[in-house]
């Protein structure tokens, strides 16, 4: 077992290697538990892998081999990469500074209304109608019916809570039913939270999966200036993963081609490996069509990426509404393992050049 002391040693190590201090910690964790808990491949193989660049859990699905290996972007050389977009990164990854950036679309963004810190509720813009109080929020739930609470630094669904209003002193926390007493309890444990609209999706989306928000996840990056939008899957949230679509905690993805809008080819994990998984495992719907309102989603996101001209690097998450869409998050180091389970991303020649750019800068 890894002590405090060692850890701290590693991290310094990696710092001198160059990685940044927040990416240290991670991946010092992501190799411990792919090493404690990856059973599907044995001590060898998986030193193997970490000499290679990879944790030996996606080099088990990627099936690598000496033929094929440099095809695939290391995960070690990834993590080293970060942060890709500078000192930017902040911009995009604290929700609320993200809100006030993209003010000028704000249509492609949900409702922000409070942030809660210390026990307070306090209104993230001005002419909030409800006061900043418990109350305040309980006449907003009343109003609305259902609210989302989300980490201001958060993703994967982390942290991620869904109040839906039952009756006059009933509500449902994600799945648990809980009374007005109850919910301030909770509400008062809280810190570093925001309260946004709950986005109603796509009747399209709803059908295959009406438990979460179902939602697309877009790799943008900038070539000369210019946006390029190269991987894409869309993920489906099951009984299993509750109200947020987890692909890692039981969840459906299936990909996108990013030139058409057109999902295909779905797939979860399963243990330690990835299975094919054609139609969704509750409401047996084929997980196969057109994303809606493709074309209005990839015009518009082209559009903002070029508007926030020092971002060279996008993660999208994005929810699919009837007529249009709505930004959830952008991620300024998302997660590459779910876009290489389909391809490896060095076969591409502009996401090649793009990474190997990246590295450079940071010599």
Same mark, same amino acid.
Request: hydrophobic letters at 35%; one cysteine or more; charged letters at 30%.
């Given at each position: 077992?890894? @002590?405090?002391?060692?850890?701290?040693?590693?991290?310094?190590?990696?710092?001198?290697?160059?990685?940044?201090?927040?990416?240290?910690?991670?991946?010092?964790?992501?190799?411990?538990?792919?090493?404690?808990?990856?059973?599907?491949?044995?001590?060898?193989?998986?030193?193997?892998?970490?000499?290679?660049?990879?944790?030996?859990?996606?080099?088990?699905? &990627?099936?690598? @081999?000496?033929?094929?290996?440099?095809?695939?972007?290391?995960?070690?050389? &990834?993590?080293?990469?970060?942060?890709?977009?500078?000192?930017?990164?902040?911009?995009?990854?604290?929700?609320?500074?993200?809100?006030?950036?993209?003010?000028? &679309?704000? +249509?492609?963004?949900?409702?922000?209304?409070?942030?809660?810190?210390?026990?307070?509720?306090?209104?993230?813009?001005?002419?909030?109608?409800?006061?900043?109080?418990?109350?305040?929020?309980?006449?907003?739930?009343?109003?609305?019916?259902?609210?989302?609470?989300?980490?201001?630094?958060?993703?994967?669904?982390?942290?991620?809570?869904?109040?839906?209003?039952?009756?006059?002193?009933?509500?449902?926390?994600?799945?648990?039913?809980?009374?007005?007493?109850?919910?301030?309890?909770?509400?008062?444990?809280?810190?570093?939270?925001?309260?946004?609209?709950?986005?109603?999706?796509?009747?399209?989306?709803?059908?295959?999966?009406?438990?979460?928000? @179902?939602?697309?996840?877009?790799?943008?990056?900038?070539?000369?200036?210019?946006?390029?939008?190269?991987?894409?899957?869309?993920?489906?949230?099951?009984?299993?993963?509750?109200?947020?679509?987890?692909?890692?905690?039981?969840?459906?993805?299936?990909?996108?081609?990013?030139?058409?809008?057109?999902?295909?080819?779905?797939?979860?994990?399963?243990?330690?490996?990835?299975?094919?998984?054609?139609?969704?495992?509750?409401?047996?719907?084929?997980?196969?069509?057109?994303?809606? +309102?493709?074309?209005?989603?990839?015009?518009?996101?082209?559009?903002?990426?070029?508007?926030?001209?020092?971002?060279?690097?996008?993660?999208?998450?994005?929810?699919?509404?009837?007529?249009?869409?709505?930004?959830?998050?952008?991620?300024?180091?998302?997660?590459?393992?779910?876009?290489?389970?389909?391809?490896?991303?060095?076969?591409?020649?502009?996401?090649?050049?793009?990474?190997?750019?990246?590295?450079?800068?940071?010599?």
């Amino acid at each position: 077992m890894v @002590n405090k002391i060692s850890k701290k040693l590693i991290k310094k190590l990696l710092q001198s290697k160059g990685y940044s201090s927040y990416i240290s910690s991670i991946l010092i964790d992501k190799v411990l538990d792919d090493y404690k808990n990856n059973k599907g491949i044995d001590l060898r193989n998986k030193i193997w892998a970490y000499r290679k660049g990879f944790l030996s859990k996606n080099a088990l699905i &990627y099936n690598l @081999n000496e033929e094929n290996i440099d095809e695939y972007l290391q995960d070690f050389a &990834y993590y080293k990469l970060h942060p890709i977009n500078g000192k930017f990164s902040k911009l995009i990854d604290d929700k609320i500074t993200l809100k006030y950036v993209l003010n000028k &679309y704000n +249509n492609y963004l949900p409702e922000y209304y409070y942030k809660i810190e210390d026990k307070k509720f306090i209104p993230i813009f001005e002419g909030l109608y409800f006061n900043d109080s418990y109350d305040g929020f309980i006449n907003l739930l009343k109003e609305k019916n259902i609210l989302a609470l989300k980490l201001i630094n958060g993703s994967l669904g982390k942290g991620f809570y869904k109040i839906t209003l039952l009756s006059n002193d009933l509500v449902l926390i994600n799945e648990k039913k809980c009374n007005f007493n109850e919910l301030e309890n909770f509400l008062r444990g809280l810190n570093g939270y925001i309260v946004t609209e709950y986005i109603r999706q796509h009747y399209m989306l709803n059908e295959i999966n009406s438990i979460s928000l @179902n939602t697309l996840r877009l790799m943008v990056i900038k070539i000369d200036g210019k946006s390029k939008i190269k991987r894409g899957f869309l993920r489906f949230g099951t009984e299993k993963t509750g109200v947020v679509d987890n692909a890692s905690q039981g969840g459906v993805f299936a990909y996108v081609d990013t030139v058409s809008g057109e999902f295909r080819d779905a797939k979860k994990k399963k243990g330690d490996l990835i299975e094919n998984c054609s139609v969704h495992p509750d409401s047996r719907i084929e997980i196969n069509g057109e994303i809606p +309102n493709y074309k209005t989603i990839i015009s518009k996101l082209h559009e903002i990426s070029d508007f926030l001209s020092e971002i060279i690097y996008f993660g999208y998450d994005i929810a699919i509404t009837e007529d249009s869409f709505k930004i959830v998050e952008i991620n300024s180091h998302q997660d590459i393992s779910w876009h290489q389970y389909n391809q490896p991303l060095l076969i591409d020649d502009e996401l090649r050049s793009f990474y190997s750019k990246v590295e450079k800068g940071r010599k």
